[in-house]
């Protein structure tokens, strides 16, 4: 069975204070690590996605990193709207499902 | 373009109702999933659809939990009757399902709406 365990499970970070959030997985076979991030009263929006270990992807602040047992959202110098929920989920090869964690809260304070 | 579009946003209801939420999808896309989320399981798969037929419902609580796709562009999920643990937010989202190598997977990019917000008392 899929798991995924994101941590920590809530980060309340300073403006400009960089740090990272951990998303370990196990999967028979991964396809795809993506990241989504959860505004309060929304539905998940599509952040990354990452294929194979050592892959990389940016957008702005964010920055996600993969290896074989798990992934790394790191966020340089956040602002006060980076605060969401971060989501990460793993799809199997040959599947066309996605299992989520239980997400990071990140508040990000001025 | 409009996103995936849910209906009601909020629903309050007493046990033992029956409870009905829509869900119209993005057009162009095949494939539609059903997600409940709470704070204790998180985000969780009820069931999926490809091509408006039911591919894997494994993630259907019980009995009590029917979802249909009568056509591409609409899908509802039915609670009958409901219970004070059916209380969750419960998102609909779509997504394209590729082909590759004779296996189909989906790009894993979903396209979520903004959820219907279920409390039963």
């Known amino acids: 069975e899929d798991q995924v365990t994101q941590s920590p499970e809530a980060l309340r970070l300073q403006e400009g204070e960089s740090s990272s959030l951990n998303c370990s997985y196990t999967?028979?076979?991964?396809?795809?690590l993506f990241w989504y991030r959860q505004d309060p009263g929304k539905g998940p929006e599509f952040l990354f996605t990452?294929?194979?270990a050592g892959e990389e992807k940016e957008k702005e602040r964010l920055k996600a990193t993969l290896t074989k047992k798990e992934s790394f959202l790191h966020i340089t110098a956040p602002k006060p709207e980076d605060s969401a929920t971060y989501l990460c989920?793993?799809?199997?090869?040959?599947?066309?499902?996605?299992?989520f964690g239980k997400g990071t809260m990140l508040l990000v304070s001025p | 373009d409009a996103g995936v579009i849910q209906s009601p946003r909020h629903e309050v209801t007493e046990m033992g109702q029956e409870v009905t939420l829509r869900c119209k999808p993005i057009?162009?896309?095949?494939?539609l999933f059903w997600y409940r989320q709470t704070m204790m399981r998180g985000l969780e798969l009820l069931i999926y659809?490809?091509?408006?037929?039911?591919?894997?419902d494994s993630g259907m609580p019980e009995d009590r939990f029917s979802a249909k796709m009568p056509n591409a562009s609409f899908s509802t999920l039915k609670i009958q009757p409901s219970e004070p643990r059916d209380s969750a937010v419960y998102f609909c989202?779509?997504?394209?399902?590729?082909?590759?190598?004779?296996?189909?997977?989906?790009?894993?990019?979903?396209?979520f709406g903004e959820g219907s917000r279920l409390t039963v008392l």
């Open positions: 989202a779509s997504s394209l399902l590729l082909r590759t190598g004779g296996l189909s997977e989906g790009t894993g990019e979903l396209f």
């Open positions: 999967v028979s076979g991964l396809r795809g």
């Open positions: 990452l294929y194979s």
């Open positions: 989920a793993v799809q199997a090869r040959g599947y066309s499902t996605l299992t």
């Open positions: 057009s162009g896309h095949n494939s």
């Open positions: 659809f490809n091509n408006n037929v039911p591919i894997d």
